[in-house]
């Protein structure tokens, strides 16, 4: 899972496990998977605490995984500790597990077996 906050045209912040949308080995555009619009509200004056609020994005879809043009797209960059732990316990809530840690080398428990 690659988790990454996107900035778009629109002025929209959108957090998302992103996958590339290839088409003859072009890159097209992203599949924001599980995408969620980040907003960031006070926190202007100094001293202020700031809060972050994970909605939806479009809420009114029932599809989890949105198609997003190459063009709409400004930059992607690294979201900040706290709005990862949120998204990730958004994913949690929604029932998707989060991705598997890689441990190389070890081998599992005879009791996780199924």
Do not use: C, H, R
């Not at 939806?56 to 043009?69: E, M, Y």
């Not at 930059?75 to 929604?94: G, H, R």
């Amino acid at each position: 899972m690659t988790v990454k906050l996107a900035l778009l045209k629109s002025g929209e912040e959108v957090i998302s496990d992103v996958a590339e949308m290839v088409v003859e080995e072009k890159v097209v555009g992203y599949i924001f998977n599980y995408p969620y619009a980040a907003k960031l509200f006070g926190g202007l004056k100094k001293g202020e605490k700031n809060t972050i609020q994970l909605t939806p994005w479009l809420p009114l879809s029932k599809d989890v995984s949105i198609p997003v043009a190459m063009d709409w797209i400004i930059t992607f960059v690294e979201p900040v500790t706290k709005l990862s732990e949120m998204y990730s316990q958004a994913m949690e809530d929604y029932g998707v597990k989060k991705p598997e840690v890689d441990t190389a080398g070890e081998q599992p428990d005879a009791a996780d077996a199924d």
